[in-house]
């Protein structure tokens, strides 16, 4: 029996026409808890953040469809004209964003641009540098169940033991020990300035290539909230969805054109296969967006936010690791209170705080308990919250940690209860996707 032509229609007509709720209730029943859980719990997480409506439209558009191995013009299949302009839009705008010479905007995600890195420029065995995990380093600068620690040959730098600063003096000592053929700068879990200038000192006396991974502040950096690694580094790369605020994904940044094929062959067809268009696409809003004067003022805010929640910590008994903040994330230090990072994660999400326990510098503890949780603001300064807003959270999270303290793992209700309330006024007064 052949399917008549109306039957065919009748079926693509829901194909086309039906949303997600009827077409897929139990996803589309997760992504609607999923909104309501970031407009209604406050987002602390250091590396996570709240993206424009025109960035989600971006990443939800048809590019999902298109495939564009290669790179604007040398294209691998036909039909890549809108994808080679919203590609050389990315581009043009992240040079323009970060003051650099070439950006690839392929890479799928932080990990891949850092693969991309070693691809282009290490062999397998070599010796490279970055900063300990321990100390607030990436899993892909060297941590051993990692590529970069399985198939090269890391040597680490870290935090000095009295101030909890890196210490310049033991990178350089390590360096000349080991002679390194990349030195990584840049971090997840280290909230002091970075002096790009002493690393490129350093990375010249040895001879080593410098990469700066900005992941966390690149925000910062574009709205001048941080020094910039340029011209100090020879490659830059970042993660698009942290204080950026774009779509999930990375990019690798440079200056000198003697890097630009071996890192463009990397990513294709080194690393990956056709990018994620719709994502390059939703990037190039993100740097529009980053481009512009309120972008700027976001940046400085989200430092003013953090010292503002630092201050507020450490008046209510909490230690800050390294004494404070230059950025848009601390480590707390749970040890006094005889907490650990892990009791204070569930703790404060009962609460309706989100974070992560994280190790702090010395952590005697093990990665799944910790001593401290590590906290962020780009995602509060988004959804509109000031110094003021973020002084009380700091109280918020103290009276959460003493109930711990005074209780054990299961803290202590009444005051998680008393804390969750005064989060919903907070959410309610400064609303995430208000007309979603
Ligand atoms: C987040 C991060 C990455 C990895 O990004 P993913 O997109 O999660 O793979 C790499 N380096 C640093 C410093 C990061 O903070």
Redesign the pocket.
């Known amino acids: 029996m052949s399917t008549k032509p109306s039957e065919v229609l009748n079926s693509m007509d829901a194909f086309w026409n039906d949303d997600l709720a009827t077409a897929d209730p139990e996803i589309a029943a997760a992504i609607s808890k999923e909104l309501a859980r970031q407009q209604d719990k406050i987002e602390l997480i250091a590396?996570e953040n709240i993206a424009s409506k025109a960035v989600l439209e971006a990443t939800g558009s048809v590019f999902t469809n298109k495939y564009a191995e290669g790179y604007p013009g040398k294209r691998y299949y036909g039909g890549c004209d809108y994808a080679d302009v919203v590609e050389t839009l990315a581009i043009e705008r992240a040079k323009e964003l970060f003051g650099c010479n070439f950006a690839n905007v392929q890479p799928?995600?932080?990990?891949?641009?850092?693969q991309a890195v070693f691809l282009a420029l290490l062999q397998p065995g070599d010796t490279f540098m970055g900063l300990d995990l321990n100390s607030g380093?990436?899993?892909?600068?060297g941590s051993p169940v990692n590529m970069s620690g399985k198939w090269f040959n890391p040597v680490s730098y870290g935090v000095r033991e009295g101030d909890e600063l890196i210490d310049m003096d033991a990178v350089a000592a390590t360096a000349r020990e080991h002679k390194p053929k990349l030195i990584i700068c840049?971090?997840?879990a280290y909230s002091r300035t970075w002096d790009f200038s002493a690393f490129r000192a350093i990375a010249d006396e040895v001879g080593a290539i410098l990469l700066c991974?900005?992941?966390?502040i690149s925000g910062l950096v574009a709205g001048g909230a941080h020094p910039s690694p340029f011209p100090h580094c020879d490659i830059v790369?970042?993660?698009t969805?942290?204080s950026l605020r774009g779509p999930?994904?990375?990019i690798i940044l440079w200056n000198d054109e003697k890097f630009t094929k071996p890192l463009n062959m990397a990513v294709f067809p080194g690393l990956q296969g056709g990018p994620l268009m719709h994502v390059v696409a939703a990037k190039a809003v993100a740097f529009r967006e980053a481009l512009t004067p309120e972008f700027k003022s976001y940046a400085h805010r989200i430092v003013e936010n953090a010292r503002a929640l630092a201050a507020s910590l450490e008046e209510n008994g909490l230690r800050i690791v390294s004494g404070g903040t230059d950025n848009h994330s601390m480590l707390v230090d749970l040890t006094a209170k005889n907490v650990t990072g892990k009791d204070a994660e569930k703790g404060l999400d009962r609460a309706w705080l989100t974070c992560n326990k994280n190790g702090i510098p010395f952590d005697t503890r093990s990665p799944f308990i910790t001593s401290g949780i590590r906290l962020g603001t780009p995602a509060g300064t988004t959804r509109g919250f000031g110094p003021a807003e973020f002084r009380t959270v700091g109280k918020l999270i103290a009276e959460v940690v003493d109930g711990l303290s005074k209780n054990g793992a299961e803290g202590d209700a009444q005051i998680e209860e008393s804390v969750r309330g005064r989060v919903a006024e907070l959410c309610a007064a400064f609303p995430v996707y208000p007309n979603a």
């Open positions: 590396s799928n995600s932080g990990s891949q641009m850092n380093g990436h899993l892909t600068h840049g971090g997840t991974d900005m992941s966390h790369t970042s993660t969805h942290k999930r994904s990375g």
